[in-house]
């Protein structure tokens, strides 16, 4: 893990900070040990399916190969997203690269009419994560996630900016996700 002086550190972060007038928006990376173990598993199933992938595929390698490298950079840029701008950056990148992946085999209609329902799926999600990003954005003044973390655990229960805000997090996670009904 990462060490400075003979130490464990607990998280690492990388970036800069901006301040227009009482909004801060911080750009950075952020690292800790959930994100750490998430980036691993990440990254080892896709060398998994990948191999898999090379071996089984005859033609269109190179693309597939590059397409599913650009979905993975995504999904751990979406990682270790330090703000909720990072993060919904990441999840469109990461909705774009699935449309493609599932349409991969365009010339066939059933991949073609997958590929499209994955993309009108997908801007669902996108625009809950939206609404909950502004959301949040409006009544917090910030897009930090570690602010917003400590911030939620210390708002009080009855607070309805704070369910809509979460309860649209919490559906574009679903959306993204493929839960039901959304799949």
Known sequence: WLTHNGRILQSACVGIQRSASSFPLTWGLHVDFLAAVMMS????????????AMAYLQTARRRYGILTGLFVSAMLFLLMAD???????????VSVMSYLLVSF?????MAAQSGTKTWLIHQLGSILLLIGILRLGQET?????????????????????????????????????????FF
């Open 105 to 109: 085999a365009y010339q066939q209609p």
């Open 83 to 93: 703000n909720f701008i990072f993060l919904f950056v990441g999840w469109e990148v």
């Open 141 to 181: 003044r910030h897009f930090a996630l570690s602010m917003f973390l400590t911030m939620a655990e210390d708002t009080a229960g009855d607070s309805d900016w704070l369910h809509l805000a979460q309860w649209c997090l919490l559906g574009g996670a679903c959306v993204k996700s493929a839960q039901w009904p």
């Open 41 to 52: 598993l990440t990254a080892a199933l896709h060398f998994v399916i990948h191999g898999y």
